[in-house]
């Protein structure tokens, strides 16, 4: 037994007579005395308590066996050993615990370890710098955190680049990323972004706790392929520090002024000549291309003088639709043309809201539900106004006598001819969109490439018997896993030649002869069969968005590799030209911050590492 038990053993009961005179009460306990003489008193009953503890240690030592030297240093060591580790630990004793507690203690630091520190998702607020994963942006060099004033002048440049986008055609996500790319790359690598269908917020907090707020509101749309692709080049440079902020400004104020690439009857045109070569892709005749061509001119023409009038757009696509009906069902009524469903089918691509399907399902698909919605709202109105459109120039040309018309065509078998005429067509139609669009001369003949692989694909599934709706899925995906990294090398956003590679694929035909089942009185087609078959037309072109979002995310490895490699040059030649600094990597560790700097934040001072670990 340790000395320490021993010193803890009871001591046996001394028998103190009480004191005839009280006196002072003195110390921490109270000492009894004896009669007449305190010290007496104390001095005996302390003289007795000695005694009796000694004979019970005697006692216990002569009960327990006599511990050898060896066992002694031993003890002594082991003891030593233990407090050097505790004091090393800076923990408190618990000698004074059981073995029961000690294990309890144990199994409850490590079941708090496992709620802490285990394999569930991390409920911490994720650095918005982790969305330019798998972006253009993704490695961006960043500079030190600015002043207040800086602070807002950056936040100015950020939703003015925002809202050019918008404006311009471009889809939420690239938005987005575009202004943390660019929030990030002056400094503010805590910038948070919110958009909706026409408005987007931006907030940042200072080190010192104060908010700013600054928010634009897009009121209408204007498609300029040729502008977005100049602010995703800003974008590009001010990421890659090629760029600092005053010369991004002037940049940028430069490309709001900027012009469209070509004159307004050039892009009426081109709408023509797309039209135009539908209706030699769908199989219309050498007659029905060249009137297809001042069919469309006459539909754009009536849109934009319809447009003056503030109608709404729903008004304006049903009476384009019912005049592109009107005008087919004439020119077939008096023998010019065959096929006026050709003609009509290549009108109604042209009133498609194409690129509003595609972005609605991009939004839909990369978790901007709000603006998605928005964006369906739209389609579904302009689809509404497509249907009734056509309803009333069926209605309307039963009512003046014109002839019916037979919507459904026999197939035939293809022919080597016909082949290369449909290639040709589809490769004019991409390059017909891309004018339209307002691309740059650059984009035209990569989008030309785009759409003949589509239209390729496209065939080659049709000649193997596969749905329309799995087929047309299947050959924007080609279209999408193409047009990402050519547009990206080329200085663009992928939609400058996704959208124009997906006309050749558009289901005009299927939408115009599921709504003249309807309108037209047929007794061999019922009302059911005829809304059956538009709603297969409609989600045949909600395929074609799907894949075109699905070939773009497939093609991300390709523009990986290359703007990683890119990256790590931009990166390794600013730490060469530049003194060390502080790096603040809201992706590394998300409370570092630098010190501000009083001058206006420039991209050349430090690189942030490239974002792509999980955060836990």
């Known amino acids: 037994m340790s000395d320490e038990n021993l010193e803890d053993a009871t ?7 009480e004191p005839t005179a009280p006196g002072p009460v003195r110390g921490s306990s109270p000492s009894p005395v004896v009669a007449g003489n305190p010290e007496a008193g104390s001095h005996a009953l302390r003289e007795l308590l000695e005694r009796t503890r000694l004979q019970r240690l005697a006692e216990l030592r002569e009960s327990s066996p006599e511990p050898l030297p060896e066992d002694i240093a031993k003890a002594a060591a082991a003891k030593a050993a233990k407090s050097n580790r505790s004091s090393g630990r800076s923990k408190p004793r618990t000698d004074h615990l059981g073995a029961s507690q000690r294990i309890a203690q144990r199994v409850a630091r490590r079941t708090v370890g496992k709620l802490v520190s285990g394999t569930t998702t991390n409920t911490q607020p994720v650095p918005i710098v982790t969305a330019l994963k798998g972006t253009p942006y993704q490695a961006p060099v960043q500079a030190t955190e600015p002043s207040e004033d800086e602070a807002r002048m950056v936040l100015d440049l950020a939703a003015d680049i925002a809202a050019m986008m918008m404006r311009a055609g471009a ?54 392929f040729a502008k977005l692709a100049s602010v995703h080049k800003l974008v590009t440079d001010l990421v890659d520090g090629r760029l600092e902020f005053q010369d991004a400004r002037s940049r940028l104020d430069a490309i709001r002024s900027q012009r469209r690439p070509f004159p307004q009857w050039f892009v009426t045109g081109a709408w023509g000549l797309m039209v135009g070569a539908l209706v030699l892709l769908l199989g219309g005749g050498p007659v029905a291309v060249p009137l297809g061509i001042v069919m469309a001119i006459v539909v754009f023409q009536l849109g934009k003088l319809l447009g003056r009038t503030h109608l709404p757009a729903f008004f304006i696509t ?39 399907l595609y972005s609605a399902v991009q939004d839909a698909l990369t978790n901007f539900p709000l603006t998605a919605a928005g964006r369906v709202v739209g389609v579904f109105m302009a689809l509404a106004g497509i249907v009734s459109g056509i ?24 022919h080597v001819v016909t082949a290369i ?29 785009v759409g003949l692989a589509s239209h390729i694909t496209m065939m080659t599934l049709t000649l193997l018997h596969i749905d329309n709706v799995l087929a047309s899925l299947l050959a924007a995906t080609v279209t999408g896993f193409l047009s990402r990294p050519l547009a990206l090398r080329l200085g663009a956003p992928a939609i400058v030649l996704m959208i124009p590679g997906i006309y050749t694929l558009l289901q005009g035909l299927s939408i115009f002869t599921a709504v003249y089942q309807i309108a037209s009185d047929s007794e061999n087609v019922s009302f059911a069969v005829g809304l059956s078959s538009l709603f297969t037309a409609i989600l045949a072109n909600a395929a074609l968005a799907v894949g075109a979002v699905l070939g773009s995310y497939l093609a991300l490895p390709l523009k990986n590799l290359k703007s990683r490699s890119s990256a790590e040059k931009t990166v390794a030649s600013v730490r060469s030209n530049e003194p060390s600094t502080a790096v603040m990597d809201s992706v590394q560790s998300g409370a570092a911050k630098t010190p501000t700097t009083g001058k206006i934040p420039t991209v050349s001072t430090k690189a942030q590492s490239e974002p792509g670990a999980d955060q836990s």
């Open 318 to 356: 049903a009476a384009q639709a019912a005049s592109a009906t009107l005008i087919a069902t004439i020119a077939g009524d008096i023998g010019i043309i065959n096929s006026p469903q050709y003609l009509v089918a290549a009108g109604i691509v042209l009133l498609l809201p194409t690129q509003s």
């Open 11 to 17: 001591t046996a009961e001394v028998r103190v007579d």
């Open 171 to 224: 889809g939420t996500s690239d938005v987005e990323v575009s202004v943390i790319a660019a929030c990030t790359a002056c400094g503010l690598a805590t910038v948070e972004v919110d958009l909706t269908s026409n408005t987007l917020v931006v907030h940042y907090s200072t080190s010192d706790g104060r908010l700013m707020t600054v928010m634009r509101v897009n009121r209408s749309e204007s498609t300029h």
């Open 391 to 414: 309803a009333l120039g069926v209605v309307c040309g039963q009512a003046i006598g014109l002839s019916h018309i037979e919507v459904l065509v026999p197939k035939t078998s293809p």
């Open 421 to 449: 005429l449909s290639m040709v067509a589809a490769a004019v139609v991409s390059m017909s969109g891309a004018v339209a669009m307002s691309a740059r001369r650059r984009f035209i003949l990569p989008a030309a490439l």
